[in-house]
Antibody, heavy 120, light 107 residues
Framework: QVQLQQSGPRLVKPSQTLSLTCAISGDSVSSNSLTWNWIRQSPSRGLEWLGRTYYRSKWDNDYAVSVKSRITINPDTSENQFSLQLNSVTPEDTAVYYC??????????WGQGTLVTVSS | ETGMTQSPATLSVSPGERATLSCRASQSVSTNLAWYQQKPGQAPRLLIYGASTRATGIPARFSGSGSGTEFTLTISSLQSEDFAIYYCQQYNNWPWTFGQGTKVEVK
C-alpha cells in the first residue's frame, strides 16, 4: 500500500519560495507505472493540478501553464521522495497542497495535505 | 483544456434518500471519468473510475454512469458518512482536470 507523507513550512512570505517534500513508502519514486504529482486546493480555484515528475527510462516533468514559469518538481531517488518548489509566491498561492501518486490518470494515493499560507 | 462542470453546487438530501449528481465535460472524455469523495479535513478519495467501476472497498450504493460529455453519480440511499463533497475528474485529455465539486448536505 502506497503512503505519502508531506513536510514543509506552513507559512511563507510574499515573493519567497514555497518548498514542500513528499516521502513515499510502499513504492518507488522511480516507478514505471506511477507519476508523482502536486495539486493544490483553495476556495477560489478548487482542485488545481500543478505538475508532476515521473520516470519512463528517463526522468521527465510536466507543469500547469498557470505556474510553469515558477514551479520545479524534483525526484530524490536516494530518499525515495519528491519535492515542490514554487517561486515568487503571492497571497493567491495560499492553499492546501497535496502530493499525489497517479496511475493511469487516476489520483490513487494522496498525502495528508499541507495548508500553506502566504503572508508577511 | 477540458472544462468540467458539476451541478448542482449544493444538494440537500435527507438520510436514506437518493442523490443524483451531474458532471458535464466541455469535450468528449469517452468513459475516462472518475469520481472522488472528500470529507472535511481529508484528502479526496477515489470512488468510481471508468465512469462506472467502483474502486476497491466502495459500497454498492455508489454507482456511476455516462459517456462522452454527460455523467452521473448516484448514491442510492444516503448514509450519514456520505455527506461530503464530490468531484468529477477526466483523464482522457491532457491535462487531467477536475470539476468544481458538489456538496451533499443534510436536508
Amino acid at each position: 500500500q502506497v503512503q505519502l507523507q508531506q513536510s514543509g513550512p506552513r507559512l511563507v512570505k510574499p515573493s519567497q519560495t514555497l518548498s514542500l517534500t513528499c516521502a513515499i513508502s510502499g513504492d518507488s519514486v522511480s516507478s514505471n507505472s506511477l507519476t508523482w504529482n502536486w495539486i493544490r486546493q483553495s476556495p477560489s480555484r478548487g482542485l488545481e493540478w500543478l505538475g508532476r515528475t515521473y520516470y519512463r527510462s528517463k526522468w521527465d516533468n510536466d507543469y500547469a501553464v498557470s505556474v510553469k514559469s515558477r514551479i520545479t518538481i524534483n525526484p530524490d531517488t536516494s530518499e525515495n521522495q519528491f519535492s515542490l518548489q514554487l517561486n515568487s509566491v503571492t497571497p493567491e498561492d495560499t492553499a492546501v497542497y497535496y502530493c499525489v501518486g497517479v496511475r493511469g490518470g487516476l489520483f490513487d494515493y494522496w498525502g495528508q495535505g499541507t495548508l500553506v499560507t502566504v503572508s508577511s | 483544456e477540458t472544462g468540467m462542470t458539476q451541478s448542482p453546487a449544493t444538494l440537500s438530501v435527507s438520510p436514506g434518500e437518493r442523490a443524483t449528481l451531474s458532471c458535464r465535460a466541455s469535450q468528449s472524455v469517452s468513459t475516462n471519468l472518475a469520481w472522488y469523495q472528500q470529507k472535511p479535513g481529508q484528502a479526496p478519495r477515489l470512488l468510481i473510475y471508468g465512469a462506472s467501476t467502483r474502486a476497491t472497498g466502495i459500497p454498492a450504493r455508489f454507482s456511476g454512469s455516462g459517456s462522452g460529455t454527460e455523467f452521473t453519480l448516484t448514491i442510492s440511499s444516503l448514509q450519514s458518512e456520505d455527506f461530503a463533497i464530490y468531484y468529477c475528474q477526466q483523464y482522457n485529455n491532457w491535462p487531467w482536470t477536475f470539476g468544481q465539486g458538489t456538496k451533499v448536505e443534510v436536508k
